[in-house]
């Protein structure tokens, strides 16, 4: 019995399909190490990130939903737009170093 060439390219194609179906997207990924309540080390002012919330204290003390793209933390309130990005300048268990959105680096410690 002879298989048609079609029936091993429908499953190449499936095979693709459910590849990438199943791998994850790293938009999605939330970072273990942001995880925590973070201390700045200028003012105290404290930075709080769960898996779905951003809250820093000295700007406003209402959570924020967050996501990370990249080396980028991008907030929102309430899903409210434009978002307001953070970039991770670096990260380990025990310090973060953000680049905030009026052009200022702060550190922070664990």
Known sequence: MKIPPIVYIIVA???VLLTVACSHNKADKTYPKLIGVWKSKADGSLLK???KKFTMESDAPDP???FVKGDTIYTSFQGNLPYTKY?????DDHALKLFTPDSTSVE???
Do not use: Q, R
């Open 108 to 110: 922070f410690i664990k």
């Open 13 to 15: 194609s499936l095979l």
């Open 64 to 66: 924020e939903d967050y």
């Open 49 to 51: 990130i769960t898996e």
């Open 87 to 91: 970039a991770i300048l670096a990260l």
